[in-house]
């Protein structure tokens, strides 16, 4: 009992999200097995997986929505199965197609879900105008949620998910309906989130986006975790090669190339997989033994290509 207070006294300083063994199935489909990964204090994690992986399962499960067959989720120590209202109060979820009750004007739907919180009816709606202006649907708490669009509703589930300020944030495909300026809006939010020390998990098919603000992405494929890996981890590994125009092309060349990675001709020009290292290095070294160079080319895979070789598919998905 102690030894669990003192662990949740250390986490609760900032965020932490602990996916430990799930599994779901749902009839005899099963759609996650053993999964496992944790989101720490202050960091922002990719969830990347095709369409049916078992991502939107596996964030329902983890904000305590849908519970698993096996395993748990711990929030900041609490378990989503043994202390689901401790664990939910601290975390905000923003699920891919929010559902409110749209017949509601936005302001009064907000003060209804503050009140759980423990709001009273001004102070609800005080919070709730700061929230939509912050959110940029400032000037729509007056309409219905029945005519809000597609990135309007985001825009609305964000300001819900930040009624009570909580440590941890899951979003699943947070952008999809929403336009650059609230795509934008959504970058400089989780940038505030990770320098406040909170843990993030989101989910995207952007994966240009999951590119430009994750420290960490989680690839799960057909419902099993297949890879975790910081972005320099990525980035290493998709490093691509160099392509180095070069004469004469023969051996000696190659063997000052294989200093930095697996050298093959290639034409007339030589290409080095895995280059590793500082392209002008090398350049410097060929010329200082007599060879001419006259173009270096670097290529690098994007995070897409990346994860398609992780789960052994090609671009297509084939």
Same mark, same amino acid.
């Given at each position: 009992? *102690?030894?669990?207070?003192?662990?949740?006294?250390?986490?609760?300083?900032?965020?932490?999200i602990? /996916?430990?063994?799930?599994? =779901?199935s749902?009839?005899?489909?099963?759609?996650?097995?053993?999964?496992?990964?944790?989101?720490?204090n202050?960091?922002?994690?990719?969830f990347v997986?095709?369409?049916? &992986?078992?991502? %939107? %399962?596996?964030?329902?499960i %983890?904000?305590?929505? +849908?519970?698993?067959?096996?395993?748990?989720?711990?929030?900041?120590?609490?378990?989503?199965?043994?202390?689901?209202?401790? #664990?939910?109060?601290?975390v905000?979820?923003?699920?891919?197609?929010?559902?409110?009750?749209?017949? !509601?004007?936005? +302001?009064? !739907?907000?003060?209804?879900?503050?009140?759980?919180?423990?709001?009273?009816?001004?102070?609800?709606?005080?919070?709730?105008?700061e929230?939509?202006?912050?959110?940029?649907?400032?000037?729509?708490?007056?309409?219905?949620?029945?005519?809000?669009?597609?990135?309007?509703k985001?825009r609305?589930? +964000? #300001?819900? $998910?930040?009624?009570?300020?909580?440590?941890?944030?899951?979003?699943?495909?947070?952008?999809?309906?929403?336009?650059?300026?609230g795509?934008?809006f959504?970058?400089?939010?989780?940038?505030?989130?990770?320098?406040a020390?909170?843990?993030?998990?989101?989910?995207?098919?952007?994966?240009?986006?999951?590119?430009? *603000?994750?420290? @960490?992405?989680?690839?799960?494929?057909?419902?099993?975790? /297949?890879?975790?890996y910081?972005?320099?981890?990525?980035?290493?590994?998709?490093?691509?090669?160099?392509?180095?125009?070069?004469?004469?092309?023969?051996?000696?060349?190659?063997?000052?190339?294989?200093? !930095?990675?697996?050298?093959e001709? @290639?034409?007339n &020009? *030589?290409?080095v997989?895995?280059?590793?290292?500082?392209?002008?290095?090398l350049? &410097?070294?060929?010329? #200082?033994?007599?060879?001419?160079? &006259?173009?270096? =080319?670097?290529?690098?895979? $994007?995070?897409?290509?990346f994860?398609?070789? *992780?789960?052994?598919?090609r671009?297509?998905?084939?």
């Amino acid at each position: 009992m *102690l030894r669990k207070f003192l662990y949740r006294a250390c986490v609760q300083a900032g965020g932490m999200i602990e /996916v430990r063994g799930v599994y =779901k199935s749902f009839g005899k489909a099963r759609v996650l097995e053993d999964v496992s990964f944790s989101v720490r204090n202050g960091e922002v994690v990719g969830f990347v997986g095709l369409n049916g &992986a078992g991502k %939107t %399962t596996t964030i329902r499960i %983890t904000v305590g929505v +849908l519970p698993p067959d096996a395993g748990d989720v711990f929030i900041d120590g609490y378990s989503v199965s043994e202390d689901k209202v401790e #664990a939910s109060a601290r975390v905000g979820w923003v699920p891919e197609l929010p559902i409110f009750e749209s017949e !509601y004007r936005a +302001l009064d !739907y907000f003060a209804y879900l503050a009140g759980y919180y423990g709001y009273s009816e001004g102070e609800a709606r005080r919070l709730g105008r700061e929230l939509f202006e912050r959110v940029g649907i400032g000037e729509a708490a007056n309409k219905r949620l029945e005519e809000f669009s597609q990135g309007m509703k985001k825009r609305f589930a +964000l #300001a819900v $998910s930040l009624i009570n300020d909580p440590p941890n944030f899951l979003f699943d495909e947070v952008l999809n309906g929403l336009d650059p300026q609230g795509i934008a809006f959504f970058r400089g939010l989780v940038q505030e989130f990770r320098k406040a020390g909170k843990a993030v998990l989101f989910s995207s098919h952007i994966l240009s986006e999951v590119e430009g *603000l994750a420290d @960490r992405v989680v690839f799960i494929h057909r419902g099993r975790i /297949v890879g975790t890996y910081t972005m320099d981890e990525i980035r290493r590994r998709a490093s691509g090669e160099l392509l180095v125009s070069v004469s004469p092309l023969d051996d000696g060349a190659a063997s000052i190339a294989a200093k !930095y990675g697996e050298p093959e001709k @290639r034409g007339n &020009a *030589l290409a080095v997989k895995g280059f590793s290292g500082d392209p002008s290095s090398l350049v &410097a070294e060929l010329v #200082a033994a007599g060879y001419r160079v &006259a173009e270096v =080319k670097r290529s690098e895979k $994007s995070l897409e290509e990346f994860f398609f070789e *992780l789960v052994g598919l090609r671009g297509d998905g084939a």
